[in-house]
C-alpha cells in the first residue's frame, strides 16, 4: 500500500481544512485507516481511525466533535474533515493504513500501521 495525503496548509483559527489521502494497491479497502499527526517538538499522536467498512470511526478527544474521518473504497480514497481549526491543531498530518480490518483500542498506537503516506502540513493562525 503506498499512500499520498493532501490538502493541508493555512488557515484561520475556527476555519476547516479537508485532509485526503490517496492509497494504491488492491489491499487498501480490507484495512483499518487512519489519521495521525506531529507538531513541532511533540511526539506523532493519533488523531482518528476508520475501519474497513467504515461503520467503526474512533476520535481522539481534542478532536472528537471538529473532526470526522470517513473513506471510500471504491476511489481507494480516506478523507479527515476538520471543522473549528485550533492553532493547537497546527501540525504534520499523516494517514497510515494498519494491516487489519477490524477495529480494536490498540490502533490507536502508531506501531499498530505499517504504511504511512508523507505527511502535509497543517497551520492554524489565532
Known amino acids: 500500500v503506498q499512500l499520498q495525503a493532501s490538502g493541508g496548509g493555512l488557515v484561520q483559527a475556527g476555519g476547516s481544512l479537508r485532509l485526503s489521502c490517496a492509497a494504491s494497491?488492491?489491499?487498501?479497502?480490507?484495512?483499518?485507516m487512519g489519521w495521525f499527526r506531529q507538531a513541532p517538538g511533540k511526539e506523532r499522536e493519533f488523531v482518528a481511525a476508520?475501519?474497513?467498512?467504515?461503520?467503526?470511526?474512533s476520535h481522539a478527544d481534542p478532536v472528537k466533535g471538529r473532526f470526522t474521518i470517513s473513506r471510500d473504497n471504491a476511489k481507494n480514497m480516506l478523507y479527515l474533515q476538520m471543522n473549528g481549526l485550533k492553532p493547537e491543531d497546527t501540525a504534520v498530518y499523516y494517514c497510515?493504513?494498519?494491516?487489519?480490518?477490524?477495529?480494536?483500542?490498540?490502533?490507536?498506537?502508531?506501531?499498530?500501521?505499517?504504511?504511512w503516506g508523507q505527511g502535509t502540513q497543517v497551520t492554524v493562525s489565532s
Open positions: 497510515a493504513s494498519s494491516t487489519v480490518s477490524f477495529w480494536r483500542d490498540a490502533l490507536r498506537r502508531e506501531n499498530e500501521y505499517a504504511y
Open positions: 494497491g488492491r489491499t487498501f479497502i480490507t484495512y483499518v
Open positions: 476508520i475501519n474497513w467498512s467504515g461503520s467503526t470511526t
